[in-house]
């Protein structure tokens, strides 16, 4: 009996210290292994750095990151250069351990990244990486095949990737029963590989006298792949899969599901069979369901910036919106394997941006470059933006995509060429009815003619252009959105149908004699295409247009309500001749005023994100926008506004709350409180009742306004709960109570009452642990992150010592009290 139970014991701990060895966790088994990965991978991940070759200027990632000696490795050969070391952990633990690790680089340098998430979804832009390395940890990947798309999809053409492992240690760990969430075969990784892609992959041997030999694999992204062939690869693995599952249909029944699936001979039977192993192996992953069916999927969008100026805090506002349901919908689908895709960009074509490069006396692709680089920077590198996708229209990947959208609205009877003449505005770079126009006195004594809508001064145009068939889509873009919920707050909705007037065509191109700087019309070089035409096509060029679209199309796409004649009329008539399914929601928000007034770069008004950041900081900016921000009225944005909402909400609010919890007279121990439900019911019910009710519920309503991107709304709740646990706590007075448990009791409900601010992590997502002489946002920002990322991993009645101790709350409660 005995010695069943020590093997019963035996087996669970093999088991536990092989699950830990492939996530390691908190606890004590997984504090040891953690020890024990980094002393057997430190010579591995040196390694591994060494055969990348890194160069100070070049953008680096690590997968599986562990307790961080590859990227000190790596770290320290781009010091003091312009490069970026970026790290992919999935073990929440490990991913702590290793910030904690490197907080003081992260702070100053700012050129370490980390990342908790799982490398078959990794947020990264496409051709992102220069290279990409890790060390003994391709065996625990769930799906390997999707793993190296992704590896693929974000190195850069002409990157390189390094894989070191130890064979001999692996083999031992298996006889000794340590690997059994994972097959070390390094064949199937390197077939792995060549299926995604990779060119010249082959496995070398280091044999060591003084350690232990270990092997390295190594692979290359030719200069010439596009993702255009990564997106039919993966299109072509998708049809597997689903085949796989037809065969385990067909095993369970049987039976062949029809006659066109039946075999003939042993052959087939055995390729059958085959797949369905395979299959079965796949099915061990939880992540299954979601891999095989591929339902669901998030395509998050912004409008892409025009690049005749730099970005200000209107295009920040935009692409926050977009940020934020993205987030947000990682966060909430964080167990599924679902593609979660969020692009933005520049609009790189048009008069305004081949008159702007003359006047700064550069030619336009070289301004463009300029342009377009500092919307990167601001919007990703300095405001924490991060977008799958970063689409630029002067790549040629879009103008593929934009010459095959011309051709087959032609194909389809949808262009005609014809005589048009109307009245244009440079500015807004569209033709205007003699309905949206009207004369006003300019500051020179002249009459002229402006918009109606936007006030751009307009001039007449005659020229023979190509025209796109809009009168034939009248009815049906109107039914389209009369029927759908598809304009997004609905008051916008009668905009768009004043806008739609039956009977009236699109021109869809400009004469290249005026217009050079833009995509020519196929077979015709006379004519340059429209820009809104130009532009609008982004969005299918992200999703992988002309080839299949498997993530199409998007579930929401965040515009300012200027261009809503352009995304609700034109985008949609564009799809329905194309055959192409419709957006699902067009959200449209109001713009940014400053006192009052509109951002102009001729008043002067202009707000840079980046300045405004260093008053508020980048978390303090987003906060705000994110927070005062309103689809259907215009914001008034002041630095004074913006600090008072700051203080109010993190400080005299949630940071209140915090440190209630954590005070030491009431909490001596520091641990999280225990809970007494019979006091609870008698002498707290009053108003501890309605506050658990609405605790209860808080979830569901940021969850409701989250999906329908009403972020302001989102907050409002979650501040509306932490007001009430202040005034729980301060009808109570715990600090009054005598008996030890009923004060318990108090705290503990107070201390639920701080994981509302959990539900704020989609707005502060990229706050940082800073060091103490930083300044005062900051700290609030940076604690709000550790309160969101770590609370809900305490252990209720935990002592300090433990690893569940709530003793970072004092923390977290003094940084967001500061004055």
Same mark, same amino acid.
């Given at each position: 009996?005995?010695?069943?139970?020590?093997?019963?014991?035996?087996?669970?701990?093999?088991?536990?210290?092989?699950?830990?060895?492939?996530?390691?966790?908190?606890?004590?088994?997984?504090?040891?292994?953690?020890?024990?990965?980094?002393?057997?991978?430190?010579?591995?991940?040196?390694?591994?750095?060494?055969?990348?070759?890194?160069?100070?200027?070049?953008?680096?990632?690590?997968?599986?990151?562990?307790?961080? *000696?590859? !990227?000190?490795?790596?770290?320290?050969?781009? %010091?003091?250069?312009?490069?970026? #070391? /970026? @790290?992919?952990? +999935?073990?929440?633990?490990?991913?702590?351990?290793?910030?904690?690790?490197?907080?003081?680089?992260?702070?100053?340098?700012?050129?370490?990244?980390?990342?908790?998430?799982?490398?078959?979804?990794?947020?990264?832009?496409?051709?992102?990486?220069?290279?990409?390395?890790?060390?003994?940890?391709?065996?625990?990947?769930?799906?390997?095949?999707?793993?190296?798309?992704?590896?693929?999809?974000?190195?850069?053409?002409?990157?390189?990737?390094?894989?070191?492992?130890?064979?001999?240690?692996?083999?031992?760990?298996?006889?000794?029963?340590?690997?059994?969430?994972?097959?070390?075969?390094?064949?199937?990784?390197?077939?792995?590989?060549?299926?995604?892609?990779?060119?010249? *992959?082959? !496995?070398?041997?280091?044999?060591?006298?003084? %350690?232990?030999?270990?092997?390295? #694999? /190594? @692979?290359?992204? +030719?200069?010439?792949?596009?993702?255009?062939?990564?997106?039919?690869?993966?299109?072509?693995?998708?049809?597997?899969?689903?085949?796989?599952?037809?065969?385990?249909?067909?095993?369970?029944?049987?039976?062949?599901?029809?006659?066109?699936?039946?075999?003939?001979?042993?052959?087939?039977?055995?390729?059958?069979?085959?797949?369905?192993?395979?299959?079965?192996?796949?099915?061990?992953?939880?992540?299954?369901?979601?891999?095989?069916?591929?339902?669901?999927?998030?395509?998050?969008?912004?409008?892409?910036?025009?690049?005749?100026?730099?970005?200000?805090?209107?295009?920040?506002?935009?692409?926050?919106?977009?940020?934020?349901?993205?987030?947000?919908?990682?966060?909430?689908?964080?167990?599924?394997?679902?593609?979660?895709?969020?692009?933005?960009?520049?609009?790189?074509?048009?008069?305004?941006?081949?008159?702007?490069?003359?006047?700064?006396?550069?030619?336009?692709?070289?301004?463009?470059?300029?342009?377009?680089?500092?919307?990167?920077?601001?919007?990703?590198?300095?405001?924490?933006?991060?977008?799958?996708?970063?689409?630029?229209?002067?790549?040629?990947?879009?103008?593929?995509?934009?010459?095959?959208?011309?051709?087959?609205?032609?194909?389809?009877?949808?262009?005609?060429?014809?005589?048009?003449?109307?009245?244009?505005?440079?500015?807004?770079?569209?033709?205007?009815?003699?309905?949206?126009?009207?004369?006003?006195?300019?500051?020179?004594?002249?009459?002229?003619?402006?918009?109606?809508?936007?006030?751009?001064?307009?001039?007449?145009?005659?020229?023979?252009?190509?025209?796109?068939?809009?009168?034939?889509?009248?009815?049906?873009?109107?039914?389209?959105?009369?029927?759908?919920?598809?304009?997004?707050?609905?008051?916008?909705?009668?905009?768009?149908?004043?806008?739609?007037?039956?009977?009236?065509?699109?021109?869809?191109?400009?004469?290249?004699?005026?217009?050079?700087?833009?995509?020519?019309?196929?077979?015709?070089?006379?004519?340059?295409?429209?820009?809104?035409?130009?532009?609008?096509?982004?969005?299918?060029?992200?999703?992988?247009?002309?080839?299949?679209?498997?993530?199409?199309?998007?579930?929401?796409?965040?515009?300012?309500?200027?261009?809503?004649?352009?995304?609700?009329?034109?985008?949609?008539?564009?799809?329905?001749?194309?055959?192409?399914?419709?957006?699902?929601?067009?959200?449209?928000?109001?713009?940014?005023?400053?006192?009052?007034?509109?951002?102009?770069?001729?008043?002067?008004?202009?707000?840079?994100?980046?300045?405004?950041?260093?008053?508020?900081?980048?978390?303090?900016?987003?906060?705000?926008?994110?927070?005062?921000?309103?689809?259907?009225?215009?914001?008034?944005?002041?630095?004074?506004?913006?600090?008072?909402?700051?203080?109010?909400?993190?400080?005299?609010?949630?940071?209140?709350?915090?440190?209630?919890?954590?005070?030491?007279?009431?909490?001596?121990?520091?641990?999280?409180?225990?809970?007494?439900?019979?006091?609870?019911?008698?002498?707290?019910?009053?108003?501890?009742?309605?506050?658990?009710?609405?605790?209860?519920?808080?979830?569901?309503?940021?969850?409701?306004?989250?999906?329908?991107?009403?972020?302001?709304?989102?907050?409002?709740?979650?501040?509306?709960?932490?007001?009430?646990?202040?005034?729980?706590?301060?009808?109570?007075?715990?600090?009054?109570?005598?008996?030890?448990?009923?004060?318990?009791?108090?705290?503990?409900?107070?201390?639920?009452?701080?994981?509302?601010?959990?539900?704020?992590?989609?707005?502060?997502?990229?706050?940082?642990?800073?060091?103490?002489?930083?300044?005062?946002?900051?700290?609030?920002?940076?604690?709000?992150?550790?309160?969101?990322?770590?609370?809900?991993?305490?252990?209720?009645?935990?002592?300090?010592?433990?690893?569940?101790?709530?003793?970072?709350?004092?923390?977290?409660?003094?940084?967001?009290?500061?004055?």
């Amino acid at each position: 009996m005995v010695l069943k139970y020590l093997k019963r014991l035996q087996y669970l701990a093999l088991q536990d210290i092989a699950a830990q060895m492939a996530r390691p966790m908190k606890g004590m088994t997984g504090a040891v292994m953690c020890g024990v990965l980094a002393r057997r991978n430190e010579l591995l991940e040196k390694k591994a750095a060494e055969l990348l070759d890194i160069q100070a200027d070049q953008k680096i990632l690590e997968i599986g990151y562990g307790p961080g *000696v590859g !990227i000190q490795s790596a770290y320290e050969r781009v %010091k003091g250069g312009s490069g970026h #070391i /970026f @790290g992919v952990e +999935r073990s929440l633990y490990m991913h702590n351990r290793a910030r904690k690790k490197f907080a003081l680089e992260i702070a100053e340098d700012k050129n370490i990244h980390f990342e908790c998430a799982d490398v078959v979804h990794m947020p990264f832009p496409n051709d992102f990486f220069d290279g990409i390395f890790h060390c003994n940890c391709y065996y625990y990947w769930p799906d390997m095949h999707r793993a190296t798309f992704e590896i693929f999809r974000i190195l850069k053409p002409g990157g390189k990737i390094v894989a070191t492992l130890n064979l001999d240690r692996l083999q031992r760990s298996i006889k000794q029963g340590l690997m059994r969430y994972g097959n070390p075969d390094p064949v199937r990784y390197m077939s792995a590989l060549e299926d995604a892609g990779f060119r010249d *992959v082959s !496995i070398e041997y280091f044999p060591d006298k003084q %350690k232990p030999e270990y092997q390295a #694999i /190594f @692979g290359k992204k +030719r200069i010439e792949d596009t993702l255009l062939n990564a997106e039919e690869r993966m299109a072509a693995l998708e049809e597997e899969m689903l085949e796989w599952t037809r065969h385990q249909k067909m095993l369970k029944t049987g039976r062949p599901i029809s006659d066109e699936e039946k075999w003939s001979d042993s052959e087939s039977r055995e390729k059958i069979t085959t797949k369905s192993i395979r299959l079965w192996r796949q099915m061990r992953s939880p992540l299954y369901p979601f891999r095989i069916w591929r339902r669901y999927h998030s395509f998050v969008t912004t409008p892409i910036f025009y690049v005749n100026a730099a970005p200000h805090i209107g295009h920040l506002y935009s692409a926050l919106l977009a940020d934020a349901a993205h987030r947000w919908t990682k966060i909430s689908k964080k167990n599924s394997d679902c593609p979660l895709i969020f692009s933005t960009g520049t609009d790189e074509h048009g008069v305004k941006i081949q008159n702007a490069a003359e006047a700064a006396k550069k030619n336009p692709k070289q301004f463009c470059d300029e342009i377009s680089g500092r919307f990167r920077s601001v919007l990703i590198d300095h405001c924490g933006v991060a977008p799958t996708d970063f689409i630029r229209t002067t790549e040629q990947r879009h103008r593929v995509a934009v010459e095959t959208v011309w051709n087959k609205l032609a194909d389809k009877g949808y262009i005609y060429k014809d005589s048009y003449a109307g009245w244009y505005s440079v500015v807004d770079e569209c033709f205007y009815s003699e309905k949206d126009v009207e004369e006003v006195t300019d500051a020179n004594g002249n009459v002229v003619k402006v918009s109606k809508t936007t006030k751009s001064v307009l001039q007449w145009v005659e020229e023979e252009n190509y025209m796109f068939r809009l009168s034939k889509l009248h009815d049906r873009l109107r039914k389209w959105l009369l029927d759908s919920d598809v304009i997004q707050p609905k008051h916008y909705l009668p905009h768009v149908l004043q806008a739609l007037r039956p009977g009236e065509d699109l021109s869809i191109s400009r004469d290249r004699s005026r217009l050079q700087w833009g995509i020519a019309v196929p077979n015709d070089p006379t004519q340059t295409v429209y820009v809104w035409l130009d532009a609008l096509t982004n969005y299918l060029t992200v999703a992988g247009y002309p080839a299949k679209m498997s993530q199409w199309p998007p579930d929401c796409q965040v515009i300012g309500k200027d261009i809503l004649k352009f995304h609700a009329i034109y985008w949609p008539a564009f799809l329905m001749a194309l055959e192409v399914d419709v957006p699902k929601k067009l959200y449209i928000h109001a713009h940014w005023l400053i006192d009052g007034v509109k951002m102009s770069k001729s008043v002067g008004n202009v707000i840079d994100p980046v300045s405004a950041s260093e008053v508020l900081t980048v978390e303090g900016l987003r906060y705000f926008l994110l927070r005062q921000g309103v689809p259907h009225d215009d914001g008034d944005f002041t630095f004074i506004k913006a600090i008072n909402v700051l203080n109010a909400e993190l400080s005299n609010n949630i940071g209140n709350l915090v440190s209630r919890g954590t005070v030491d007279k009431l909490n001596p121990r520091q641990t999280y409180p225990k809970f007494d439900k019979k006091f609870f019911e008698s002498d707290l019910k009053e108003l501890g009742q309605s506050l658990i009710q609405n605790l209860d519920k808080l979830n569901g309503v940021v969850t409701n306004c989250f999906d329908n991107m009403q972020v302001h709304k989102a907050v409002d709740a979650i501040c509306s709960v932490a007001r009430q646990g202040n005034g729980f706590f301060q009808f109570y007075k715990p600090w009054t109570m005598t008996n030890e448990m009923e004060r318990d009791t108090v705290l503990f409900v107070t201390c639920e009452k701080q994981r509302t601010a959990t539900e704020l992590a989609p707005l502060v997502a990229n706050a940082e642990i800073l060091p103490p002489n930083s300044n005062i946002y900051s700290l609030r920002f940076a604690a709000l992150k550790v309160l969101c990322q770590n609370y809900q991993n305490l252990i209720y009645g935990t002592n300090p010592q433990s690893a569940g101790t709530i003793r970072f709350l004092s923390e977290v409660a003094d940084a967001l009290t500061l004055c």
